[in-house]
């Protein structure tokens, strides 16, 4: 199954197209822009760069704006797959994860033959940066609160908070359909950088001082909030395995998403690995959303 979109920072043509993996290969990113073509594996990767997007590196190859389709795989439940990109980040396509979703949904989701392995948080655990932070916490399924804190009109009327319990909450319908956001005084020193050269209406809300320049205004009432919480999903599963737990923010974003993956890796007596026979055992919350799916 392929698509093509724009590249949010390079505003590049990009193609991607997903094929099935075997059991136990993960996530694998494959630039067939390069030659030779070059492979970078979620489970091998390090994250290199958090400026506006998540960006993973393996042996000196790198994919940046991962975040969105690494969230879509963490909320459908997809454990292996070969991703196949044209181009050095995945497209921005509208802004959320929906396209991503339609996208694994029409190529098809095969139950392999292994139980699914969970990251199940057994001691709290929490980066701060200044008046940023962000924490697990043990929780049998898989739970978010996320405050953003943003002095913009439109941003305050919204709600600066989204609280998501996966148990009741569908990611495919009420997550994934939050877009990225930014600001229009914000776009030319970002372009003067190299970035957002592909951003527009059409796959970004935008902002100017008083109001929402896209029509139609916000597809939900928190959606702003609900975008960073999406981010964080996309950013938490380059842990390489779905979360048990509980996560909780007050104004992360992607770097300080990035320290707590890195506190986790380096606690290692917080978490374990844990799995199910079967999917009718595993979480409510989880398993709810692969049968909403």
Same mark, same amino acid.
């Given at each position: 199954m /392929?698509?093509?979109?724009?590249?949010?920072?390079?505003?590049?043509?990009?193609?991607? @197209?997903?094929?099935?993996s075997e059991v136990d290969t993960g996530v694998t990113f494959r630039r067939n822009d390069l030659l030779p073509v070059r492979d970078i594996r979620v489970s091998?990767?390090?994250? $290199?760069?958090t400026n506006l997007a998540s960006t993973i590196e393996e042996r000196g190859v790198s994919i940046s704006t991962v975040e969105h389709l690494m969230a879509a795989l963490?909320? &459908?439940?997809?454990?292996?797959?070969?991703? %196949?990109?044209?181009?050095?980040?995945?497209?921005?396509?509208?802004?959320?994860? @929906?396209?991503?979703?339609?996208?694994?949904?029409?190529?098809? *989701?095969?139950?392999?033959?292994? /139980?699914? %392995?969970?990251?199940? $948080?057994?001691?709290?655990?929490?980066? *701060? %940066?200044?008046d940023k932070w962000a924490k697990l916490e043990p929780f049998f399924g898989f739970r978010l609160n996320f405050t953003i804190d943003f002095s913009h009109p439109v941003v305050s009327d919204s709600g600066q908070r989204a609280s998501i319990d996966f148990e009741t909450t569908s990611f495919s319908e009420e997550i994934a359909r939050a877009r990225t956001f930014g600001f229009v005084n914000d776009v030319e020193t970002l372009r003067k950088k190299g970035l957002a050269l592909g951003g527009g209406l059409d796959n970004a809300i935008v902002l100017d001082d008083f109001k929402i320049l896209n029509k139609g205004g916000l597809r939900q009432s928190n959606e702003f909030a609900m975008h960073k919480a999406l981010d964080a999903i996309g950013d938490?599963?380059?842990?390489?395995?779905?979360?048990?737990?509980?996560?909780?923010?007050?104004?992360?974003?992607?770097?300080?998403?990035?320290? &707590? *993956?890195? %506190? *986790?890796q380096k606690e290692k007596n917080s978490w374990r690995i844990r799995s199910f026979s079967s999917l009718s055992k595993a979480p409510l919350a989880w398993s709810k959303q692969w049968a909403w799916n």
């Open positions: /392929s698509a093509a979109g724009i590249g949010l920072h390079s505003g590049k043509l990009i193609w991607i @197209t997903i094929k099935p091998a990767a390090r994250v $290199i760069n963490s909320g &459908l439940g997809i454990d292996n797959i070969l991703v %196949e990109i044209s181009g050095p980040e995945i497209p921005i396509m509208d802004g959320s994860a @929906t396209s991503f979703v339609y996208l694994l949904k029409s190529a098809g *989701i095969k139950e392999q033959n292994k /139980s699914k %392995e969970f990251i199940e $948080i057994i001691k709290p655990i929490m980066v *701060i %940066e200044g938490l599963h380059l842990l390489g395995n779905t979360i048990l737990g509980a996560y909780s923010a007050f104004k992360s974003g992607h770097a300080l998403n990035n320290k &707590l *993956i890195r %506190e *986790i």
